[in-house]
């Protein structure tokens, strides 16, 4: 198993930035695919960004592109979210989360791990 514990969560003004990061323990991290979700009130949990075990592999959600960067660094076992140019729509919890398939996922169904969230709220 790996356990994850995300920071960086905060309020923020619109267009503002904040950088979530993502800290795995447990079995060897470049063993998994890493992904940063993010569910609103009543809306379904959706992947903003995910990242392969050696970071080649990147997928963003075309709400995001452009916006967000996610990064991981497999020596320090992290994985991190750059959001810049926040939008009141960006409001949510943002959950990181670890897949070992070794298939390159980013629905959330096909997470296995997960941390236990941080707010991230922008105000217009």
């Known amino acids: 198993q790996v356990q994850l514990v995300e920071s960086g969560g905060g309020l923020v003004q619109a267009g503002g930035s904040l950088r979530l990061s993502c800290t795995a323990s447990g079995r060897t991290f470049n063993n998994y695919a890493m992904g940063w979700f993010r569910q609103a009130p009543g809306k379904e949990r959706e992947c903003v960004a995910a990242?392969?075990?050696?970071?080649?592999?990147?997928y963003y959600a075309d709400s995001v592109k452009g916006r967000f960067t996610i990064s991981r660094d497999n020596a320090k076992n992290t994985v991190a979210l750059q959001m810049n140019s926040l939008k009141p729509e960006d409001t949510a919890v943002y959950y990181c989360?670890?897949?070992?398939?070794?298939?390159?996922?980013?629905?959330?169904?096909?997470?296995?791990?997960w941390g236990q969230g941080t707010q991230v709220t922008v105000s217009s």
């Open positions: 989360a670890a897949d070992d398939s070794r298939i390159f996922y980013y629905t959330p169904e096909k997470y296995d791990y």
């Open positions: 990242i392969g075990r050696v970071g080649v592999r990147i």
